[in-house]
């Protein structure tokens, strides 16, 4: 049986890393629902610490999430969340995402996300596959290839 998933980036701030994966990615930050938010205040389920201000918008402070252009609106999105954490990142990435630009946009592809915040890390090769490590704002590793 297959299973669907959604992968979890931990985040000092996810609100703004989710604006810069889902620029990157061609992908859309999910609406807030600020009428549920203050329906879960009123409820008792959550407090007004929970929650911050983005943008104008009233948004839960633990996480904002992106989606796939292509998710079905009912059912498993095709989804990344970004999650708040209180540590920095500290170590290289267990686990990464390779973006696939095609081997003819991978400069301009540097160029334009170094521009927006992330850096440089190095080049990869095995065999005719070659790629370009880098590091999201936050210092998360992904390739480009």
């Not at 334009?112 to 210092?139: C, N």
Request: with cysteine; net charge negative; glycine share 8%.
């Amino acid at each position: 049986m297959a299973h669907d998933f959604q992968v979890v980036v931990d985040s000092a701030d996810p609100h703004a890393l989710a604006d810069w994966w889902a620029e990157t990615l061609g992908w859309a930050v999910e609406p807030t629902d600020e009428d549920f938010v203050r329906e879960m205040i009123a409820k008792g389920y959550a407090t007004e610490a929970e929650t911050r201000v983005y943008r104008g918008a009233l948004v839960w402070r633990a996480g904002a999430g992106i989606r796939h252009p292509d998710s079905p609106p009912e059912g498993p999105p095709r989804r990344i969340l970004f999650q708040e954490v209180p540590e920095a990142k500290t170590v290289k990435n267990r686990m990464h995402l390779d973006v696939w630009v095609g081997e003819a946009n991978v400069e301009a592809a540097i160029e334009k996300l170094t521009a927006r915040g992330a850096k440089f890390l190095h080049r990869g090769r095995q065999g005719p596959h070659s790629w370009v490590t880098m590091a999201d704002p936050e210092g998360n590793e992904f390739c480009l290839s």
